[in-house]
Each structure stands twice: as C-alpha cells, then as structure tokens.
C-alpha cells in the first residue's frame, strides 16, 4: 500500500469520525459532503475513477443539496 492510499484512508477516518461527532444538522451535512469528497478521492486512489465520479455526484453534492433543502423546509414550518 502506497503512503497516498494511507493517506486517503487516514482522511476518510478523519471525516467519517467527524461527521458522527457533528451535532448540528447544518455541519453535519457540510461535513457529510467534504465525506463524500474524501471517500471519492479513496476511490480514485484506488484505482476506480467510475466510482469516484459517481461519489461526487451523489455523496458531495446530491445527498447535501437535498438535505440543505429540507432543513430548510422544516425551518420555514417552524415558523
């Protein structure tokens, strides 16, 4: 294993680590998302860059964007 895939493991630790500990949705999603980056970079290290494309698609930006959106909508209920 090369010192950049431990590397990319030790950041997918990191960020994972992070998003559990978040307690604020709102961080919590950014946090989720730079997850989703971190995870995709592990892919491309590894040697799937299909994979890859399809984490930034889905993990770093459609899961945060829909989650951002319904906090949102339960902001403007609270109201």
């Known amino acids: 294993m090369t010192v950049l895939q431990l590397a990319a493991l ?8 992070v998003t559990v500990f978040v307690r604020e949705p709102l961080r919590q999603t950014v946090v989720a998302g730079f997850l989703g980056l971190a995870l995709a970079i592990l892919f491309l290290v590894f040697g799937a860059p ?12 459609a899961v945060p964007v829909m989650v951002l959106l319904a906090l949102a909508k339960l902001r403007e209920e609270e109201r």
Not at 10 to 17: E, N
Not at 50 to 61: C, E, F, P, W
């Open 50 to 61: 299909d994979v890859a494309l399809s984490q930034i698609v889905v993990a770093t930006v």
């Open 10 to 17: 030790a950041v997918v630790a990191i960020a994972g680590t």
